[in-house]
């Protein structure tokens, strides 16, 4: 992915429109129809939930203080 396509996912999961492991998944079983590897598509997946994981756990820690 882009920076830009990270950031729009980014501000999309911000926004509440899905979560990292609702996209995790629509992403993976998209990957049913891939032709080629796929290895590189599946890190780019995996390491955009993470950072949606990270974002939504440092927003929770925000709302605490």
């Known amino acids: 992915f882009s ?3 990270r950031d729009d996912i980014l ?9 990292a492991d609702q996209l ?3 992403a993976t ?3 049913a ?3 080629g590897n796929t ?10 939930c993470d950072r ?7 927003a929770r820690d925000q709302s605490r203080l």
């Not at 501000?11 to 979560?19: D, H, I, P, R, V």
């Not at 590189?40 to 390491?47: D, M, P």
């Open 11 to 19: 501000n999309l999961a911000s926004e509440g429109l899905f979560t």
């Open 29 to 31: 079983d998209a990957l």
């Open 24 to 26: 995790q998944k629509r």
């Open 39 to 48: 290895e590189a598509v599946r890190n780019g997946i995996q390491l955009i």
């Open 3 to 5: 920076e830009q396509d």
């Open 33 to 35: 129809y891939y032709i």
């Open 52 to 58: 949606i994981r990270q974002a939504v756990e440092c």
